[in-house]
């Protein structure tokens, strides 16, 4: 059982920065790696970013813009998000993925077993 938990959306304007939190907890946390998704208005869940280990991906939207980065002594996972655009709202959520998967399975909606409640990004033009 692993437990999700973002914090950090709001409602920016253009151009503004926001830094998003995921923290993990549960009996099985050890058992999961979590990467970053997001769901803009009227669209399917998609991956945002990942980093675990030595392993980072972003999709190619946000790539020079976010970083992803964590604090496994908090089993904490960061998205700082620069130079926002109206195209980043959405719902951000972290997934949690198995590690009997490979890092590819980081990026694939269908392999998160567990999910947070989500935090809502807002960016205004």
């Known amino acids: 059982q692993v437990e999700l938990v973002e914090s950090g959306g709001g409602l920016v304007q253009a151009g503004a920065s926001l830094r998003l939190s995921c923290t993990a907890s549960g009996r099985s946390v050890k058992d999961y790696r979590v990467g970053w998704f997001r769901q803009p208005p009227g669209k399917e869940r998609e991956f945002v970013g990942v980093?675990?280990?030595?392993?980072?991906y972003y999709r190619e939207s946000v790539k020079g813009r976010f970083i992803a980065s964590g604090d496994n002594s908090k089993n904490t996972k960061y998205l700082q998000m620069n130079h926002l655009t109206p195209e980043d709202t959405a719902v951000y959520f972290c997934?949690?993925?198995?590690?009997?998967?490979?890092?590819?399975?980081?990026?694939?909606?269908?392999?998160?077993?567990?999910w947070g409640q989500g935090t809502q990004v807002t960016v205004s033009s």
């Open positions: 997934g949690a993925v198995s590690k009997h998967k490979g890092y590819y399975a980081l990026r694939l909606r269908h392999e998160v077993h567990y």
């Open positions: 980093w675990v280990d030595d392993y980072t």
